[in-house]
């Protein structure tokens, strides 16, 4: 009678042993295995760099060799250009090079000077982003201030915000959310990335001396509009147009 070692006899063990080795693929297979993924991470990388734009992994994938997903090739490529002077960021779903953080001041002096944002646009950008879809009279109520069409302008004009539609509500105002394009400039991979409660005060933002009861909510820029929203139509679009407040106390001058 064989003698059991942790409830298998010898020969089962054996077996095992045996099983797997069968199982392991050998060193041609290996390094056939290790050239396919090489060549799928030359194309992704290929792709990647004469795209004007971020690519989907569905985009990657497709032009991949069979059976290599588009993930795996990404997480090996993300890997390879981690200490390099540009790389691979996941932003807004898709994947693009950009250049190393730590290194982005070397190309600051050879771009246009970018837009700046007044307080009064910095403040109603950051409360279309964690409160979307929010209309005007909301930014308003949350800010403490009324706003001016120019400040909305302004936002609409850099991409970051869009016209999502028009709130079940009295007047049906229009309502406001961010954009791709949003989540591209502050390099979020989506929108729920943007910091919470507890890393702002992390961040020194909150001195923690803060209302009772206040808090954060977690931010959705979900493309389907909200079960309060109408389509925006051309009409819309026009009650926007004609829709010219006053100007922001707080904001004489956007630009």
Known sequence: ML?????????????????ADGDRPSPEGSREVDAVMAEAMRIAEALLFAAPEPLGEQDIEKRLPRGVTAVAVLDQLKAAYSSRGVNLVRVGGKWMFRTAADLAWLLAGGESEPKKLSRAALETLAIVAYHQPVTRAEIEEIRGVAISKGTLD?????????LRGRRRAPGRP?????????????????????????????????????????GIPQPSDQADLAP????????GLEDFAADAPGPDPEDPAIG
């Open 3 to 19: 003698k059991r070692e942790g409830g298998f006899h010898l020969a089962e063990i054996a077996r095992l042993f045996s099983e």
């Open 154 to 162: 302004v936002l609409l004009e850099t991409g970051w915000v869009r």
């Open 174 to 214: 229009i309502t406001y959310g961010t954009t791709q394009s949003f989540l591209v400039q502050f390099g979020l991979d989506a929108i729920t990335d943007l910091p919470g409660l507890e890393e702002l005060k992390g961040a020194g933002l909150f001195d923690g001396r803060l209302p009772s009861g206040f």
């Open 228 to 235: 309060d929203e109408d389509p925006l139509t051309d009409e």
